[in-house]
């Protein structure tokens, strides 16, 4: 019995690890710009003083951040 418990629980960290692997490794960012007030998506985070990260969120594809980016107050008070 025990060896049945180990062998499953050994094959569900190989199908985890396994998942890990194939993910992208992209991430997306709904990002402001404080001069010009506007949001946009970006793939990297932002490394100037104007641009900062808004939401609390990183997505996986850029059409789920564009969607995260109609709920997010400072990106539709425009």
């Known amino acids: 019995m025990k060896t049945i418990l180990i062998a499953g629980c050994v ?3 190989a199908m985890t690890a396994a998942a890990a ?7 997306y960012f709904i990002v402001l710009d404080t001069k ?3 949001c946009t998506v970006a793939d990297k985070k932002p490394k100037t003083k104007t641009l900062k990260i808004v939401g609390d969120a990183t997505y996986r594809t850029q059409a789920e951040a564009e969607n995260g980016m109609k709920i997010i107050k ?3 008070s425009k």
Do not use: Y
């Open 36 to 38: 010009t007030k506007a």
């Open 11 to 13: 094959s569900v960290l």
């Open 74 to 76: 400072v990106c539709i």
């Open 21 to 27: 692997e194939t993910r992208s490794s992209t991430e």
